[in-house]
């Protein structure tokens, strides 16, 4: 039997290369906290994988030797500068794995030997100066089977990125076996980059909703403690114990069913039990604890390994009588809540609360409740070929809250745990915390959720759907193209004045024409694809324009033009009138409603163009939300944007289950399909489109959805295209309620300013004659 011999590699044998990113708000938090306790160990995180396969110590280190150099954070230390903690990214670590054979033991001394080596593990603390914050031991019982202890600080992982591991491990050991290269997918993305991405974020006004929120939300906040056997010593040791129960299966059922009743997770019901229980215990009405959420709400961070978490607050009010019903309802509108305003770091809500930091306490909260469906992600097993794996509870590091509860599935059932700090409890107490906690859980009773009324008043005209479409050919015949003219739609006809004509894809116009005037027509062209199964060739942005152009031309054969464009078609509209100029009409203006212009994005470097979408889906995604709780928008067609929901058929599996309701959710998924897949169309046809300067005048409507700051121009990037006059005005209203009574009434006073300042500019060029 091997002794062990800590695998951290000292500093001087690291390669000098390294990188240097910020540090995230958690880590700063984290480092400052072990640099305070250097001897304790509670921010470790420990995890056991049994393993079997036909496995060999060498096969193991080289593979996990192999992630240590694909994911950063693994060969990530920390480095205190006058500008604040850094992440120092070594550009090689030596890896080195430590073996304890337990093959010559019965079975009974071989666990015993596992439990000494795990708790060694999770109770060693890793030292601020290490290169990286990652050790494993191997302990196996024979050629096929053994137990893997893996211990990471805080700093560097949390529970998704293990779940990555674990799948990436399973793959290299089954590719190293066969003898090819592993199957793994691209890394994109390191967590450095992460928190490059992260700062930018925090210091734009995209949080600045969360921050009010949360200001609301912890006003009057006051720390929630449970008593202790003891008084609290004025230096925490983390000392801890967990203590578990395991769920009878009918339980578990019940409590599973209650939440599907109720028409929420089965964290609100478990949460809730818990507040209930707690407040028994203390007689306090107001009980607050920590829970610990992703913040991997992006697709491009699925893959990323490193801590993407947030702590966030749950404060439920239990007052006398208050049913387990009342109280899960409300954690789940909580919940709701702390979901849609996620990214505000639990260190701003620290300040927030007026918390003072110290050293005898936890942080902000003293109770904290996780709940985690599986370690590994993707069930209890992960297999490929003849290797698999499956975990094990974990050994306890140390206690990081006073009291820690959490519900774990395992494949014997549903565990509920509390991990409680020995110094202020004894161990009848935790006991005595989680029986009353299981108490409540016993009452659950599956209590059909309330029926929610329409929303009042609710707007429905930006749900109409246009008729038309160019044609599945994209080149449109004379007959396609006067088939087409006959489905425009006609507003103030009769008008006099020059017309605007409008490339359409969804928008309700008739507001904006009776803003403009009766004397001034406005011709609505439908211009997305029409068609359930789009099968259209790949063309040139020009081309399209061209037959947008055709289609105009029959509409109003001579010029003088108004052009305006809706979104992507914006970009259209301005070739629209290149090409017309081109033939020798005049364009007296082009109107881009809400589009950006083709090559902003596309020619931004590649760390800009991320953060830019993770900052517009951190906008989208709260939004969207409440258009789904408000029921304007399907709660499937809400869950479906995500790719791992998609990936793991998740609301295949709500619907079947009853979580969700389908209420005619596949219709609106396929009406969302169908239009996705042709407005997609038109937009990949103009990602290659760059458009040519252009001196004519311009008016950019910009709805007051789009964000701002560095990444998002004021002009949406026209600026750099446009030389003639070039006007841009805000909108209220989100991207697809510009057109609603508020803001066509800005837009139209906009539009007849500018036709006033065209009318006038011409009279004064005919008065001063040739």
């Known amino acids: 039997m091997n002794s062990i011999a800590l695998n951290i590699a000292p500093v001087q044998e690291v390669e000098a290369g390294h990188a240097l990113f910020p540090a995230t708000a958690c880590q700063v938090r984290y480092w400052h906290e072990q640099k305070a306790s250097p ?50 990214v070594w550009s090689r670590v030596p890896f080195r794995l430590d073996v304890v054979d337990l093959g ?40 096929t089977q053994g137990e893997l202890q893996l211990t990471f600080h805080s700093l560097v992982m949390d529970g998704w990125s293990f779940a990555i591991l674990v799948r990436e491990l399973v793959e290299g050991l089954a590719a190293l076996h066969a003898g090819h290269d592993p199957d ?48 609290r010593p004025q230096q925490r040791r983390f000392q801890g114990v ?103 770091p639990f260190e701003e809500m620290m300040e927030i609360a007026g918390e003072v930091s110290g050293m005898h306490r936890p942080p902000l909260c003293s109770v904290n409740f996780a ?66 906690w299981r108490e409540v859980l016993e009452t659950a009773e599956v209590v059909p959720q309330r029926a929610l009324t329409p929303a009042a008043g609710k707007d429905t005209a930006a749900t109409e759907q246009v008729a038309g479409g160019v044609g599945v050919s994209g080149f449109l015949s004379r007959a396609e193209l006067e088939a087409k003219a006959h489905n425009v739609v006609h507003f103030n006809e009769e008008g006099s004045q020059t017309p605007i004509i409008v490339l359409n894809n969804i928008a309700v116009l008739y507001e904006l024409a009776r803003q403009v005037g009766d004397e001034r027509p406005i011709v609505d062209v439908p211009m997305v694809p029409n068609t359930p199964q789009p099968n259209f060739p790949l063309r040139a942005f020009e081309d399209l324009a061209a037959d947008a152009v055709r289609l105009i031309r029959l509409i109003q054969p001579r010029g003088p033009y108004i052009l305006m464009g809706y979104c992507v078609l914006g970009a259209m509209a301005l070739e629209a009138a290149h090409q017309l100029r081109r033939e020798g009409e005049t364009v007296e203006l082009v109107v881009l409603t809400d589009s950006w212009c083709p090559g902003y994005r596309e020619t931004m470097p590649w760390y800009d163009r991320l953060l830019r979408k993770f900052q517009v889906r951190m906008d989208d995604i709260p939004r969207d939300y409440r258009l789904a709780k408000r029921g304007e928008m399907s709660m499937i067609a809400f869950l479906q944007q995500f790719r791992t929901v998609r990936w793991l058929r998740l609301t295949q599996l709500a619907v079947k289950f009853g979580i969700l309701k389908n209420d005619g959710a596949n219709n609106m998924i396929d009406d969302n399909l169908w239009y996705g897949r042709n407005i997609g169309y038109l937009r990949d ?67 007849l300013e500018r036709f006033a300042e065209t009318a006038h500019d011409e009279q004064e060029t005919a008065d001063e004659g040739p």
């Not at 995890?47 to 954070?73: M, N, Y």
């Not at 080596?117 to 603390?125: I, K, L, M």
């Not at 140390?398 to 059932?413: K, S, T």
Request: charged letters at 20%; glycine letters at 8%.
């Open 371 to 436: 709940l985690q469906q599986s370690f590994v992600g993707m069930g209890d097993e992960v297999r490929r070929q003849e290797f698999a794996a499956t975990t094990s509870p974990s050994f306890n590091a140390g206690a990081l809250y006073d009291l820690n509860f959490f519900m774990v599935r395992r494949p014997e059932g549903w565990r509920i745990s509390c991990e409680g700090d020995t110094d202020l409890y004894d161990i009848e107490t935790i006991d005595r915390h989680l029986a009353q």
């Open 39 to 88: 001897k304790a160990s509670a921010l470790n995180i420990a995890f056991r994988l049994q393993l079997s396969g036909p496995l060999t110590a060498a096969g193991i280190e080289q593979v996990l030797g192999e992630l240590v150099a694909r994911h950063e954070i693994l060969r990530t230390g920390f480095l205190m500068t006058g500008a604040g903690l850094r992440q120092q």
């Open 242 to 344: 967990i203590r578990s129960i395991l769920l009878p299966d009918a339980l578990s059922e019940r409590l599973i069913a209650a939440a599907k009743a109720q028409g929420v997770t089965l964290f609100s019901v478990a949460a809730a039990a818990l507040a209930m229980s707690l407040q028994k215990a203390t007689g306090q009405s107001k009980v607050a604890m920590g829970t610990q959420m992703s913040v991997r709400d992006q697709q491009e961070l699925e893959g990323v390994i490193g801590p993407l978490i947030n702590t966030v607050i749950l404060r439920l009010d239990v007052t006398q009588g208050s049913t387990l019903a009342d109280v899960t309802a409300q954690c789940g509108a909580k919940l709701s809540d702390a979901i849609e305003h996620l990214h505000l």
């Open 685 to 751: 046809q103009q990602v290659r489109y760059r458009p040519k300067p252009y001196d004519g005048d311009v008016q950019i409507f910009r709805s007051g959805q789009v964000l701002k700051g560095r990444l998002f121009a004021h002009d949406m990037g026209w600026g750099e295209v446009v030389s003639g006059k070039l006007v841009v005005t805000e909108v209220p209203g989100m991207h697809n309620q510009m057109f609603r009574a508020a803001g066509a009434a800005v837009m139209g006073k906009q539009l």
């Open 184 to 231: 793994y997918p691209d890394v994109d993305l390191h967590h450095g980059d992460y928190a490059l991405w992260k700062g930018e974020f925090l210091a734009s006004a995209a949080i600045d909703r969360a921050r009010v929120h949360w200001r609301e939300e912890l006003k009057g906040f006051s720390r929630f403690d449970v008593a202790g056997d003891r008084p």
């Open 104 to 143: 010559g033991l019965d079975e009974q001394a071989a666990l015993s030997e596992a439990q000494r080596v795990g708790q060694e593990q999770a109770r060693t603390p890793f030292e601020l100066s290490c290169a990286s914050f990652f050790r494993a031991v191997w302990l196996p019982r024979s050629s």
